[in-house]
């Protein structure tokens, strides 16, 4: 596990980033596609967003959410994210609606720093963001 500082400008940044941003999100679209199908299912998408832990989580401060509202959220978050209601998300979809959730956290976030605990296994946009800055305050040779 490790620490990472990181605040709005770190995840704007990321998310301007247009060849890296697409390729990380593409990366989480492959990774959340259980079936291999190309698309992403209610349940798929489920799945996804209590791995981010976005929605338990406010920033590593944990917050107890009754499962009712949980699924009610989950379901919204669906609907959102599949904009021509075919009831899949497809990588179109899932890009679009990544750079507006990431914005949207960036906005959040402005600028006050917040400190994230991670595994090392973790695969978050939110990680790759802190990952591309530490990247390139690094002197370049
Ligand atoms: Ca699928």
Known sequence: MGVVVIDGSTVRDFVSDE???KKSVDESFASLDLNNDGVLSRTELRKA?????LLETHFG???VTPPEQLSQLYDS???KFDGDHS?????EEFRA???KIMLAIADGLGSCPIQMLLEDDDHSLLKKAADLEASKSKPSS
């Open 49 to 53: 967003f209590e791995s981010m832990r």
């Open 97 to 99: 609606e990544m750079k």
């Open 61 to 63: 401060i944990d917050v």
């Open 87 to 91: 009831g899949t998300i497809d990588l």
């Open 19 to 21: 060849g890296q941003f």
């Open 77 to 79: 978050i669906f609907e």
